[in-house]
């Protein structure tokens, strides 16, 4: 029987015809887009065909888009970025409590320099709440950092009223849309995001590439001193094959963004009410409409996460779980701890994030092996 994958949420397998765009610039375009002789101009065109592609998929003007090597960098080139450029103006920092480690660990690092920062807590869906983001923002405050979709539990943040918020208080929003962008359609422009943070390897693209969007009037200092390159914003050659199979996914993602969406969650329903059919007490994890299509964040009460996830990995299938071995113990994520979840379902948390090569057969294959196996485990 096949391996499955339902870990898209982590990587994606890189996508034929991205492949196919990015091989020739690893031997026939090897030029430095820099130089300015033949070698430069032929690839330098093509990181900015590339840069039109994101900036589409992403709803910006090519040149706000600064390629990075990936999320992370991005995350932390807005933080860092705009904690530096105004350090004048304040010092408080508004976050949430369900942020990737990318924004989390920058801001701790930030408040370990003496800067100010507020996390949010969340409800049960993982949401923050407008009014304490209203009620937490200072005259001290230079930056929110939101995301647009939860990476565990696939939760969807009301962007538009964040950003509205922050254009009231002249505050800098930087959202952290590595989940949603491809998935579900963004406009930075139309929905007032300042700075957004995008990543190449969760859309068919590989792994090493990135973007953060600068709207134009963005005051960030860059995070790498360097060159000149990506208009003095982020020094270091670039990595011309990643950039341009950062365009090339954009553009496949963008040309079907809505069927995609709608044949995954349809996928992700069969999955969720064929668990809810087939084994008792299960709790899904996350906003019950307000999220990704592609994501089912289940639990499983009184089962290990760790046991289920090794004894479907035995079986060829490739989820991801929201809790980790701390100490001997299993500990409920952050993300799940902060949505204060059941103990008795906490620990046994599993995501299934679907994408572009997943089936309704899979699906079903994985619904005839899991109830025997929560069975199993719970009677262990
Ligand atoms: C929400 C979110 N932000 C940031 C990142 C980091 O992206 P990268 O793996 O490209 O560094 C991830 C990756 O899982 C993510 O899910």
Request: include cysteine; glycine fraction near 10%; charged fraction near 20%.
């Amino acid at each position: 029987m096949g391996l499955i994958y339902m870990d898209y949420n982590a990587t994606t397998p890189v996508k034929p015809a991205v492949l196919e765009a990015l091989l020739p610039f690893y031997r026939l375009q090897f030029g430095n887009p820099s130089s300015i002789h033949w070698a430069g101009r032929q690839v330098r065109g093509a990181v900015e065909e590339a840069r039109e592609r994101v900036a589409a998929l992403a709803g910006c003007e090519p040149v706000e888009v600064v390629f990075t090597s990936c999320g992370t960098e991005a995350d932390n080139m807005a933080i860092m970025g705009v904690a530096s450029a105004r350090r004048g103006e304040g010092n408080h920092i508004i976050t949430s409590r369900v942020e990737h480690p990318a924004v989390l660990n920058a801001c701790l690092a930030l408040e370990q320099q003496g800067y100010d920062i507020t996390r949010l807590e969340v409800d049960r869906y993982g949401l923050p709440d407008l009014g304490e983001l209203a009620a937490a923002i200072n005259a001290r405050t230079i930056l929110i950092s939101l995301m647009f979709a939860n990476n565990e539990t696939g939760t969807l943040f009301p962007v538009r009223e964040i950003a509205a918020l922050a254009a009231v208080h002249r505050i800098c929003f930087h959202c952290d849309a590595v989940q949603a962008f491809g998935k579900v359609p963004i406009d930075v422009k139309r929905m007032g995001i300042g700075l957004a943070a995008l990543s190449g390897h969760k859309i068919g693209a590989p792994k090493g590439v990135g973007a953060l969007v600068v709207r134009t009037g963005t005051k960030l200092h860059p995070l790498l001193y360097g060159g000149p390159q990506e208009r003095n914003r982020r020094g270091g050659t670039e990595n011309v094959a990643g950039i341009v199979a950062f365009g090339k996914a954009c553009e496949l993602a963008g040309s079907g963004i809505a069927d995609e969406a709608k044949r995954l969650a349809f996928l992700c329903d069969r999955l969720e009410r064929g668990i809810g059919e087939r084994i008792p007490h299960t709790r899904v994890n996350g906003h019950p409409t307000e999220r990704l299509p592609n994501t089912l964040n289940i639990s499983f009460r009184d089962v290990a996460a760790d046991s289920l996830l090794l004894n479907l990995d035995l079986a060829g299938i490739a989820v991801s779980s929201g809790s980790a071995c701390s100490s001997g113990t299993l500990k409920a994520s952050h993300v799940l701890a902060a949505m204060s979840l059941d103990p008795a379902y906490a620990r046994g948390s599993v995501r299934f994030s679907l994408g572009a090569e997943s089936t309704e057969d899979e699906v079903d294959r994985v619904l005839a092996v899991l109830p025997p196996l929560v069975e199993r485990l719970r009677n262990s």
